[in-house]
């Protein structure tokens, strides 16, 4: 759906560091009910590109399938992973339960677990091109 950060290969520099925190996440829907279509996929890719913007976070990748999320980001040093997790899932669940009201058939929207793997420059493309991809398949 959305491919942000042509300088996604450019390092992170701040007064007290330099890096390059790439993380891939995965979300799913409680149950893997594929609710993420339509009006829903498109307002969620908004909250994430409002959250990418807010924490400046450099969106490499996004992909909204109707049963998961793929989501690759660069985050700053000060960020955990469990931390960029919670505030999106914490928000997309806030205002997609509230402006979709079938969602709330469901327990909660997102499971509560997630998957995350961090990469390395060599591996960025490789898992960009995967993600993007998933369209496709």
Known sequence: MAKLSPSDHEYRRTNGSVSSLNYHFVFVPKRRKAVLTKEVAQRLQ????????????????????????????????????????????????????????????????????????????????VVRKYIENQKSN
């Open 46 to 125: 908004e909250i994430i590109l409002e959250l990418v913007v807010e924490h400046e976070w450099r969106l490499i990748a996004l992909e909204i399938m109707p049963d998961h999320v793929h989501c690759f980001l660069n985050v700053p040093t000060h960020e955990s992973p469990a931390d960029v997790a919670r505030w999106i899932k914490g928000r997309a669940s806030h205002h997609l339960r509230r402006e979709f009201p079938h969602l709330k058939k469901l327990p909660s929207l997102w499971s509560p677990s997630y998957f995350v793997a961090s990469t390395g420059a060599a591996s960025t493309e």
